[in-house]
């Protein structure tokens, strides 16, 4: 493997993802802290309504928010690299006012929906009226521009900034809360504080960077990028991929909410955290791989040899993961949770599957958006949400919170097995024609 590491794309996807893994490492134990004081503030029910609140609006924002930042990468970050702006800022405009508009859509949305399928996940009563008050987030919550923007401009040590700050607020304050026996709303509030200062800060730490480099003048929302050949379909494709990824999990809790007890809910999301955990790695290297991948030529055979090493890095590093979790994890969840959440073990052992089947296909999605095929990761999440929806129900009523986990597990596989066929026709399609 030595001689992997004379490549230099190989280098910079390390050096960008370890940033991230260092980031998102003390950013995972801050928010399992957070977890076990609020868990051991307001008990597992509570526990699962604050989850319930919490997941509600992340699937809202996953559903209706573009991942714009991809759009900055795609058609902004190989122009910048060679010394030219206006497309860089054509796309982050465009991108803004993607975010913009999806934001606010979103939100509204969100909330009138809100009282009409609020029981189907478990949120009754007051406790609609804050989760009304926490989809207000919406408009700031996810938006991609700012990780667009600073990821083209090589700037992870900033994303990575960013990403410890408010996960240790929120430790911190739920630290305080529970010693000092606040109720339940007061959670909400911490959830809700630390979520809107996370996404501000973002946002201001991407604009200081573009002033610093002299790009902001020229920036300019608009839904009209006419110099982006083609940017439209791409922003479809991939917001509509994205946006099935990332209302996945959310979702997950909210069906498991609605068809068992927010109880169940709550041991579910405990094991999904730490099942999620071992595949951080590849999520990290994802994030640094993409910016890399569209700068080479996909006909050669470097971005391939890149893919397959970034694969087995990432392999490696969540197998070792999943083997301490899988000889730990019993105690850690008492420890961290306390007795009444043991019952998230037998879940995690079930959900640890997905993270390994992700950290080996974790490149596939980049390779093919490089490709110039944004639909092919989309008809992938497709047939996993749809699968993981037919089977989730039937699962749940005859295996409890066991059986919506094996019906994620099931689902991520169809999905990663139809990644794989679509890459496998585009690399042949690739080969003959640089034949």
């Given amino acids: 493997m030595k001689h992997w590491f004379k490549d230099s794309s190989f280098r910079s996807v390390l050096k960008n993802s370890s940033l991230l893994t260092a980031s998102k490492a003390v950013a995972g134990v801050a928010g399992l802290a957070s977890l076990a004081f609020a868990g051991r503030g307001l008990g597992v029910a509570g526990l699962g309504v604050l989850i319930l609140l919490n997941s509600y609006a992340k699937a809202a924002s996953g559903f209706t928010k573009f991942q714009s930042w991809q759009l900055i990468i795609r058609y902004g970050g190989q ?197 999620d955990s071992a595949q951080k790695p590849a999520d990290f290297l994802g994030k640094a791989f993409y910016p890399e991948i569209v700068r080479l030529d996909v006909a050669s055979k470097h971005p391939w040899r890149l893919m397959i090493r970034s694969a087995v890095l990432a392999g490696l590093a969540a197998s070792v993961l999943l083997l301490i979790l899988a000889l730990g994890g019993q105690p850690l969840v008492t420890l961290l949770f306390g007795k009444a959440f043991a019952g998230a073990y037998p879940i995690l052992l079930v959900l640890m599957i997905v993270p390994l089947i992700g950290a080996m296909s974790f490149p596939m999605p980049s390779m093919l958006y490089a490709l110039d095929r944004p639909d092919a990761p989309l008809k992938s999440r497709i047939v996993g949400t749809g699968l993981y929806f037919v089977l989730v129900a039937p699962l749940c009523w005859r295996f409890g919170v066991l059986g919506a986990a094996a019906a994620f597990v099931i689902a991520y596989a169809a999905m990663t097995l139809m990644l794989v066929l679509q890459l496998r026709s585009e690399y042949r399609r690739v080969r003959r024609r640089s034949a």
Avoid at 187 to 204: E, K, P, R
Avoid at 205 to 221: Q, V
């Fill in 79 to 275: 122009i910048l690299s060679d010394g030219r702006a206006d497309e860089f800022k054509a796309s982050t405009g465009f991108a803004f006012a993607l975010d913009l508009l999806s934001g606010v859509v979103g939100m509204i949305l969100a909330i009138a929906l809100l009282p009409l399928v609020g029981h189907w996940f478990g949120i009754e009563g007051d406790n609609v009226s804050l989760a009304m008050l926490y989809c207000t987030l919406l408009p700031t919550m996810g938006a991609a521009t700012p990780i667009g923007v600073l990821r083209s401009l090589d700037r992870f040590d900033l994303i990575s900034w960013q990403g410890t700050t408010y996960p240790i607020a929120r430790a911190i304050l739920a630290g305080v809360a529970w010693a000092a026996g606040l109720p339940f709303p007061a959670f909400v509030a911490i959830w809700y504080v630390t979520d809107l200062g996370g996404d501000l800060y973002l946002w201001f730490l991407a604009w200081r960077e573009l002033r610093r480099r002299e790009l902001l003048p020229g920036i300019r929302p608009t839904l009209r990028p006419t110099i982006l050949p083609g940017a439209w379909r791409f922003a479809i494709h991939v917001n509509l991929t994205s946006s099935l990824s990332t209302a996945w999990g959310p979702m997950a809790q909210l069906v498991v909410g609605g068809l068992l007890n927010p109880s169940a809910a709550a041991l579910f999301r405990i094991a999904s955290s730490l099942a």
